[in-house]
């Protein structure tokens, strides 16, 4: 658990009124990762929800092969910097995260347990739109991210 006013201090927040900001305080506490830790696992369950607030996270697109199990290969797309979400893959079903995020200094973050916030967004629609747009914006930034970098290593 953490306070309702760590939260408050950052705009990402803001369209949370004080009973969904202490729900999800409830559910949320801050974490410090170590530069290189791994915080997030592409195709582990999405367990976490997190918001940066200090530091950074390199953003990996994990490949592998059906044919080859033994066969993965990261690519650096970009990097979340502080005020950003990540670990979005814990709000969109299956619920699987699809890349792999690592602290790239020490870094510290909000975790939010995935199932308890589904489960808060189930009876709060005003909560559950707030954090679908939030969702999608953070998508649609890491596939312009993605599509940058495929350009950049066509040229």
Known sequence: ?????????F?????????QLKAVAMIAEELTYEKDEVIVVAGKPADNFFFLMDGDAAYYAVVTSEHDPYYKKEYFVSDINPGEIFG????IEPYIYTAT???GKVSRVI?????????LCEVDMKLSVGLSRAVAKA???RLQ?????????KT
């Not at 979005?88 to 709000?91: K, T």
């Not at 975790?111 to 489960?119: H, N, P, V, W």
């Not at 991210?145 to 290593?153: E, F, K, N, S």
């Open 1 to 9: 658990m953490i306070s309702p006013e760590l939260l408050r201090r």
């Open 11 to 19: 705009p990402f927040f803001n369209f949370m009124d004080d009973t």
């Open 88 to 91: 979005i893959s814990a709000l």
């Open 101 to 103: 995020l690592k602290a």
């Open 111 to 119: 975790d939010i347990k995935a199932s308890a916030l589904r489960a």
């Open 139 to 141: 998508a649609m930034e």
């Open 145 to 153: 991210h993605t599509r940058i970098q495929l350009v950049a290593a």
